[in-house]
């Protein structure tokens, strides 16, 4: 599957710092997901895009779909202590095919 | 609601030893997916199945088979254990093709095949 391109691969940023990641691709996607997942469990869910130039909140986090179709970034503002945790991006090409998982960001946050 | 549950939660295996690992969903979703996460590697497409009744191979389908019976279940199989299949599985579900096709998450398996 395609792999996507997404970056930083880690940050280690201060509690209440605002915190930036995207993700890639070589390919057009119709969906971008996002998902966070803690250690020792399944990825949550966090935000599902299905639009070009989709702006979309959840609480802290706004996540936005490339206009290109190719990119998508996500943000969180005012970092806590409990957004620690890696989050990735996942590319769907159309309704019903296999999510592609970029390799993840991980995020640590100090008090 | 429970959502997606998997079973066992890990489990240390003898190669050549044949396991299966369970996964139910109580969504009443159409489709259902097995990813395998490596560390480097991200998540990784094993099977899926739009439908009850059917399936099909996702990126990384050697060594692996799985069937769907109902539309709740979907167990994968490993017929004879090999140690580069130690890795942690997720199963995963989705409403199915036609709709907003976001996929949902089980707890995971933590697989060491020694």
């Known amino acids: 599957g395609q792999q996507l391109n997404q970056s930083p691969q880690s940050m280690f940023i201060q509690e209440g710092e605002d915190v930036s990641m995207n993700c890639t691709s070589s390919s057009i996607f119709n969906t971008w997901l996002w998902y966070k997942q803690d250690p020792g469990e399944g990825p949550v869910l966090l935000i599902a895009?299905?639009?070009?130039?989709e702006l979309t909140s959840n609480g802290r986090l706004t996540a936005q779909f490339g206009i290109t179709r190719k990119d998508s970034f996500l943000n969180i503002s005012a970092s806590i202590p409990s957004d620690v945790g890696i989050y990735f991006c996942?590319?769907?090409?159309?309704?019903?095919?296999?999510?592609?998982f970029g390799k993840g960001t991980s995020l640590l946050v100090t008090p | 609601i429970a959502g997606i549950t998997q079973a066992p939660t890990s489990q240390i295996l003898a190669a050549g030893r044949r396991m299966t690992l369970r996964c139910t969903q109580d969504m009443r979703h159409n489709a259902m997916y097995w990813y395998r996460q490596d560390l480097g590697l991200g998540l990784r497409l094993i099977h899926y199945?739009?439908?009850?009744?059917?399936?099909g191979k996702g990126e990384v389908p050697d060594g692996y088979s799985v069937s769907r019976a109902n539309t709740d279940d979907f167990p994968l199989t490993l017929a004879s254990a090999v140690p580069s299949q130690t890795s942690v599985y997720f199963c995963?579900?989705?409403?199915?093709?036609?709709?907003?096709?976001?996929?949902?998450f089980g707890p995971g398996t933590r697989l060491t095949v020694l």
């Open positions: 895009l299905y639009k070009a130039g």
């Open positions: 995963a579900s989705s409403r199915g093709q036609g709709t907003r096709n976001e996929q949902f």
């Open positions: 199945s739009n439908t009850a009744g059917t399936t």
């Open positions: 996942a590319g769907q090409r159309n309704s019903g095919y296999a999510l592609n």
